[in-house]
């Protein structure tokens, strides 16, 4: 599994902040993948059709929100240098549980790799493949699933990640270097 920029936001949230926070945001975007999911079992040609004229925009708005949260990762980072290793309120809503579910949950739905993955489901699929309703719904759940265990073992790692590296030139470190790859990420999103 490749971790792209909202994997590598998941890690250094987890660094950051908590076990709790990671494992929120996780779900956050394990919840989207769900949904997207249910949309491919749902969808068919048509809605692939609603999804193609939007997925520029979708893929220039993910990459401006992420290149955002990469500059503010490293400023943070930068003035904070000496302070704990503790959330701060300038993480804002993403420092604790709820608000980093509902960030991840929202940066997840705009990503356009996640909107093309489904959106190639939709394609894919026929409306008269034949599959039952208990299999449809099997398929969702193992989409939700399969992306829950990825998402909470990058949680993890960035958990571990935070601990080990808790002294401030540690921090900072990590903070830049997480910034550098959301920032990367980001503007891969937008190159052709």
Excluded: C, H
Excluded at 144 to 152: E, P, T
């Amino acid at each position: 599994m490749p971790v792209g920029a909202i994997g590598a936001l998941i890690a250094a949230l987890a660094a950051r902040t908590s076990w709790r926070v990671g494992v929120a945001a996780a779900l956050g975007v394990a919840t989207a993948d769900g949904l997207y999911a249910v949309v491919a079992v749902l969808g068919d040609a048509a809605l692939a059709g609603l999804i193609e004229p939007i997925s520029g925009p979708l893929r220039w708005t993910a990459a401006v929100v992420l290149l955002a949260l990469a500059a503010k990762t490293a400023t943070d980072a930068l003035r904070r240098r000496g302070a704990a290793a503790t959330a701060r309120k300038e993480d804002g809503r993403m420092s604790r549980p709820l608000g980093a579910y509902f960030a991840l949950l929202g940066l997840t739905l705009l990503n356009p790799a996640t909107i093309v993955y489904f959106g190639a489901l939709v394609l894919g699929r026929r409306a008269d493949d034949g599959l039952s309703a208990s299999a449809e719904a099997a398929w969702v759940t193992s989409a939700f699933v399969a992306s829950a265990s990825w998402q909470l073992l990058i949680a993890g790692g960035g958990t571990l990640l935070g601990k080990v590296l808790t002294s401030p030139g540690g921090r900072l470190w990590t903070a830049l270097s997480s910034s550098a790859v959301i920032a990367v990420l980001a503007i891969l999103l937008i190159l052709p």
